[in-house]
């Protein structure tokens, strides 16, 4: 996980946050087996649907439930790191996300004054 910050004022800064792809594809399979465990088809046993059936029918939940996981954990551990104390929630945007590549995304935050 790379991270830079760049101060947009005394008090406002942005903190860019860029997550590899290896990370990425990580959560699709792991959100994806956590789907199929609960998905339930006719003619097959609750969380025995074949993986390209369950991808098909939920793909756009998958995308999103691991692009809310990742930015969400990521943004915390980003925050840890850089030590700040943050005030209100982050203005998050420019999301560049997808299977097999890189998530970025970049985050303005009101920290307390110094």
């Known amino acids: 996980m790379n991270v830079s910050v760049e101060n947009l004022a005394p008090c406002k800064k942005l903190v860019r946050v860029e997550i590899e792809s290896q990370k990425v594809d990580e959560a699709f399979e792991s959100i994806t087996k956590d789907f199929q465990k609960q998905a339930a088809f006719p003619g097959f046993r609750p969380g025995k649907a074949p993986r390209d059936m369950v991808l098909r029918k939920y793909e756009k939940d ?15 551990k980003a925050i840890q790191e850089q030590n700040f104390d943050v005030l209100g929630y982050p203005d998050i945007e ?11 995304f ?9």
């Open 62 to 76: 998958i995308e999103e439930e691991v692009k809310k996981r990742l930015i969400s954990d990521s943004y915390r």
């Open 94 to 104: 420019e999301i560049q996300f997808g299977r097999g590549q890189a998530l970025q």
């Open 106 to 114: 970049a985050a303005t935050i009101e920290t307390a004054p110094e």
